[in-house]
């Protein structure tokens, strides 16, 4: 196709995305910024081999900026005299990470394409590239994000799924966001890679009194095996795998950690336990991890969708830690 057809067809485009408002598409910087998608794969290459759980928590990133707000970049953004940081929540307190990364990137597509590629399209764009270094599924990433003018601290501690929640209360959370339950298992997929803390667990191990209590829905000698380096007391910060075969490695391996009554969180063995419907789920995924892969990619898409701005709302951060000046 002639450059002329090519720049017409996204200047139609673009007129449909102010139309619609929320309309994003793979194509978006072919034209502004051809070079865009290649420089977040690169960063993002170099900062997995550097250490392999930033994989996971450019994943995460991604996850808990799009269940606050929507995908806005909020979660980005530092305390200032107006903004108030997501970055102190509780689900992202002392476990959000990878911001360095983030900013890496930024700064290489301002040389680039100055003020051009969203912070919110960065990490659209590193979470599935972070998904494919680890031997996960690819997909198109639809792009066209704008980034956030304020960020939301009740909304980040009221929204995100956490760990000791409910099946109920996270079937709640995602529903409001527009996923449904089939979402909710594919997505808890990622818990394939990655770590958690002592903190985000230890209610499985000890009562209310400190005391050690059997929980039936942990293989027990996998129980003991926690318990040893996550005390009654203390060691908040110590880090476990989610998915002890293969901790580095996006594979189907979580689900069937799940049948063998390993998996770390509540949120994740309740998926197994508490519903016939997310049970089956698991049971399909753990066998079948071509369907998985295919399923963690559409919901990966649909997350991905979660009231974006777009159009003329919002801005393109020159710095993804504050708004612009």
Same mark, same amino acid.
């Given at each position: 196709?002639?450059?002329?057809? $090519? ?26 910024? %051809? ?134 209360? $996270? ?72 998915? %002890? ?81």
């Amino acid at each position: 196709m002639a450059r002329s057809s $090519i720049t017409m067809l996204m200047v139609l485009i673009s007129i449909l995305t102010l139309a619609n408002g929320s309309y994003l598409y793979p194509q978006f910087y072919d034209i502004s910024c %051809p070079q865009a998608k290649h420089i977040v794969r690169c960063v993002v290459e170099k900062a997995v081999a550097k250490e392999a759980r930033m994989a996971a928590s450019l994943l995460r990133l991604h996850f808990h900026d799009c269940f606050v707000k929507g995908c806005d970049a909020s979660i980005l953004l530092d305390n200032s005299g107006t903004i108030v940081s997501e970055k102190g929540s509780v689900p992202n307190r002392n476990s959000a990470r990878g911001f360095e990364v983030i900013d890496e990137i930024k700064a290489a597509l301002e040389e680039a394409c100055p003020q051009t590629v969203s912070c919110a399209d960065i990490m659209a764009l590193a979470a599935r590239d972070s998904t494919v270094l680890t031997g996960g599924p690819s997909w198109e990433v639809p792009l066209g994000r704008r980034d956030s003018l304020g960020a939301s601290l009740s909304g980040s501690n009221q929204n995100i799924p956490a760990p000791n929640n409910t099946l109920q209360t $996270i079937l709640t959370k995602f529903k409001l966001k527009g996923l449904d339950i089939v979402d909710f298992v594919a997505l808890s997929g990622s818990h394939t890679i990655g770590n958690a803390r002592c903190t985000s667990f230890r209610q499985r191990l000890y009562n209310n009194m400190g005391m050690v209590h059997p929980d039936f829905s942990l293989d027990q000698s996998y129980d003991v095996e926690l318990r040893q380096n996550c005390p009654r007391s203390g060691g908040d910060q110590n880090l476990f795998v989610l998915d %002890p075969v293969s901790p580095t490695k996006f594979d189907n391996g979580y689900y069937k950690n799940l049948i063998a009554k390993r998996g770390l969180l509540s949120s994740d063995e309740i998926l197994f336990t508490q519903s016939q419907q997310t049970m089956e789920f698991v049971k399909q995924y753990a066998e079948n991890q071509e369907l998985f892969f295919q399923q963690f990619a559409k919901s990966m898409v649909k997350m991905g969708n979660i009231t974006p701005l777009t159009g003329e709302c919002g801005q393109i951060r020159k710095t993804c830690r504050k708004v612009n000046g």
